[in-house]
């Protein structure tokens, strides 16, 4: 009797598993004794692969070319962040120019240095207005930080009934030396 190799359903892979039950199968069909028991796998038992040197010098190739490309990397950091935020810029321009060349048919440079210009401007009123104002409140914080958290621990113990231990009221915990 002749044990006949197995065929597997369409799209489906034998696992090494799968393949040594199906020979175990096939070799008592054929009146041999299955394996039973864990053997020690000789040389012969296991698998070689060659590699030829070509595929040595490719890996090495791709392994040199993949150190150069980060290293051109990160000597254009500078050069790639900067391309990067234009590249932003640019996305956020597009709606406004679009708007004055396609309305009042305006050419695409000048649309973009007037919308740069109007940047420019909303930047320097922000930072005329914002900053001073910003560095009063932080000055105001500052001066009477200490008495608007006595009146809110105030109003919440006469409003909720709970209470607030002042900061100079603290307890030692136990335990600690």
Known sequence: MVATAPSWPLGTAPTSKTRELTMAKA????????????????SSDMLRVRIDSQTIWQMIGAVV???????????????LWMLILSFFFSLALQPG????????????????GVIYLGGIIAAIVMILFLIPANAR??????????????TGTAWSSDIFGVEFPSPGDRQPRRGAG
């Open 137 to 150: 409140l932080t000055t105001a914080i500052g001066e009477s930080g200490a008495q608007w958290i006595a």
């Open 27 to 42: 070799d008592t069909k054929a009146g041999k004794q299955p394996k039973s028991g864990k053997k020690r796998m000789s």
């Open 65 to 79: 070319l993949t150190l150069a490309a980060l290293w051109a990397m990160n000597q254009a950091r500078s050069l």
């Open 97 to 112: 120019v679009n708007g004055l060349v396609s309305r009042y048919g305006w050419r695409r440079g000048a649309a973009v």
